[in-house]
C-alpha cells in the first residue's frame, strides 16, 4: 500500500506560481513512479509530469512543458510540482498518483487532489 497526500493548492493571477507537494508513505516508495495529473470541469483527467525516485523524469506534456518542473526529495519522500507562467486554462483539481509499471497510464494509488484556480 502506498499513501499520497497533496499539498500547496489555491488562487493564483495568470502569470504567478505555485508549488504542489506530494507527501508518500508506505513500505516500498522507492518501488513507485510518481506522477501530476490533473482535471479541469467537464474535462478528461490529463497527465502532467512524472518522476522516479531516481531522478529520471518522463517527457512533460506539451500543455505543461516549460512552465512546469517535477522534482522529489528523497529524504522526505516527497514530490513537487512547481507550476510558473499559470495560465486560466491551467485551473483543475491536480492529483499525485503512484505507479509500479507505467509512466503514463496504470497508476495503482492516488491522492485526494488539490484545487488550483488561476484567475484571469
Known amino acids: 500500500q502506498v499513501q499520497l497526500v497533496e499539498s500547496g493548492g489555491g488562487l493564483v493571477q495568470a502569470g504567478g506560481s505555485l508549488r504542489l507537494s506530494c507527501a508518500v508513505s508506505g513500505r516500498t516508495v522507492g518501488n513507485y513512479i510518481v506522477g501530476w495529473f490533473r482535471q479541469a470541469p467537464g474535462k478528461e483527467r490529463e497527465f502532467a509530469a512524472a518522476?522516479?525516485?531516481?531522478?529520471?523524469?518522463?517527457p512533460y506534456a506539451d500543455s505543461v512543458k516549460g512552465r512546469f518542473t517535477i522534482s522529489r526529495d528523497s529524504a522526505k519522500n516527497t514530490v513537487y510540482l512547481q507550476m510558473n507562467s499559470l495560465k486560466p486554462e491551467d485551473t483543475a483539481v491536480y492529483y499525485c498518483a503512484a505507479s509500479s509499471r507505467s509512466w503514463y497510464t496504470e497508476y495503482d494509488y492516488w491522492g485526494q487532489g488539490t484545487q488550483v484556480t488561476v484567475s484571469s
Open positions: 518522476i522516479s525516485w531516481s531522478g529520471y523524469r518522463a
